[in-house]
Nanobody
Framework: VQLQASGGGLVQAGESLRLSCAVS????????MGWYRQAPGKQRELVAT???????NYADSVKGRFTISRDNTKDTAYLQMNSLKPEDTAVYYC?????????WGKGTQVTVSS
């Protein structure tokens, strides 16, 4: 199973980015998918999750600014990040739950300058 994340980069505060996470190497549709992030010196934290049925959950710090979505035909999850803040700077990791097993992708760096 592979999770391929893309879309990170360097932006200024107030700008937007969209992250993508494509799952491959598995014949079943992923259950929950999500995004987590880890800033330097901090623990990895949940950003947003989405179930196979489309129910979403967000960290309080990103509510109203970030939107998670998924395309089940492509086994891909997205994270639309608007109104980015310097405190959103972190490595963002994609996660997928497949038959009760949690898989992680390599992180993608998001840097927001003030």
């Amino acid at each position: 199973v592979q999770l391929q994340a893309s879309g990170g980069g360097l932006v200024q505060a107030g700008e937007s980015l969209r992250l993508s996470c494509a799952v491959s190497g598995y014949i079943f549709r992923p259950n929950d998918m999500g995004w987590y992030r880890q800033a330097p010196g901090k623990q990895r934290e949940l950003v947003a999750t989405i179930t196979g049925g489309g129910s979403t959950n967000y960290a309080d710090s990103v509510k109203g600014r970030f939107t998670i979505s998924r395309d089940n035909t492509k086994d891909t999850a997205y994270l639309q990040m608007n109104s980015l803040k310097p405190e959103d700077t972190a490595v963002y990791y994609c996660n997928a739950n497949l038959m009760g097993i949690s898989y992680w992708g390599k992180g993608t760096q998001v840097t927001v300058s003030s």
